[in-house]
């Protein structure tokens, strides 16, 4: 079997925990069910990511080229506007980068997950 093209890993230690990390990482999983996704996104609840105090931490990788996306202080909210333009558009969330790992809230090359997909809602 392949692996999945992205990885997401979710950070779910005590920081990251206390700040939410549990409502965003069901948000997830929903809306890449939703989006008829979930095969294609291998999604891990994690432990700690290092980036304490920062949460919730969301680490997305592009599993062909190793590409690291980071979100940081991720809100349950903010779920949707990550899967559709990142995921499907390939377009991470700029606003939402993580400036630790992104300093200049850049990004590498990311190629969108091809269709089939869902958007509407
Ligand atoms: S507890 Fe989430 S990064 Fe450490």
Request: net charge positive.
């Amino acid at each position: 079997m392949l692996p999945a093209p992205v990885q997401i890993f979710a950070c779910q230690n005590r920081t990251c925990r206390r700040d939410g990390s549990s409502t965003v990482l069901a948000e997830l999983q929903s809306e890449l069910a939703r989006c008829g996704l979930s095969a294609r996104v291998e999604l891990q609840a994690t432990g700690c990511l290092s980036q304490c105090g920062n949460g919730p931490m969301l680490l997305v990788v592009q599993t062909a080229t190793g590409q690291q996306i980071w979100y940081d202080r991720v809100r349950p909210e903010e779920i949707p506007l990550v899967v559709r333009r990142h995921l499907i558009e390939g377009k991470p969330v700029t606003d939402m980068l993580y400036r630790a790992k992104h300093p200049k809230r850049s990004f590498p090359e990311w190629s969108p997950l091809p269709p089939p997909w869902h958007t509407s809602p």
